[in-house]
């Protein structure tokens, strides 16, 4: 199965169980710059309650695979970073999939995400370029500013999206 495919059973799955989601990291940063291999996709998702939690687990057997432990952990937590994973069981690729908080940015972001292409043939709800640029610029500082990937990420989107970049955002 490719990589296409797996992606969009990801996405069907959440629109099953109309969750609300919005892909982040390095496919986002790829779809507003210049694309990179990575072997996860992060996924910001918005679950409302248990019931909701509770269709997820049932809709995603026997082709996914999540802890319902760590997904009910993360949910109640509603924390910075608190995520749960979302395996595809045939090809073993991996979503992380952050429950979304109340923090003002992760909700400006959440709120001004948009339908992107990700990769050919694939459509999703993305970060926005902005939006990945700050969260890329919060990661790279708290990693003592070390980590090639996230720099070289935030020089592609800027390169890229130059005359598209929303600077008074940026700013703000």
């Known amino acids: 199965m490719e990589l296409t495919a797996v992606l969009q059973s990801m996405f069907d799955l959440l629109r099953r169980c109309e969750i609300d989601y919005m892909v982040g990291g390095s496919f986002a940063s790829g779809a507003w710059g210049e694309p990179r291999h990575t072997n996860d996709i992060d996924i910001t998702v ?27 952990a993360a949910i109640l937590r509603r924390q910075e970073n608190d995520a749960f994973q979302l395996l595809h069981t045939e090809e073993l690729f991996k ?15 959440f709120t001004r995400r948009s339908l992107v292409g990700i990769l050919p043939g694939i459509n999703s709800f993305c970060s926005t370029a902005e939006d990945i640029v700050l969260r890329k610029l919060l990661w790279y500082q708290l990693g003592n500013r070390v980590s090639d990937k996230q720099w070289n990420d935030i020089v592609t989107i800027a390169e890229v999206q130059a005359q598209n970049l929303d600077l008074r955002y940026l700013r703000s």
């Open 46 to 72: 918005d679950i409302n309650g248990i019931d909701q939690a509770r269709l997820l687990v049932r809709e995603a057997a026997p082709e996914f695979y999540l802890s319902v432990e760590e997904m009910d």
């Open 95 to 109: 979503a992380d999939l952050f429950v979304l908080t109340d923090d003002p940015f992760a909700q400006s972001a």
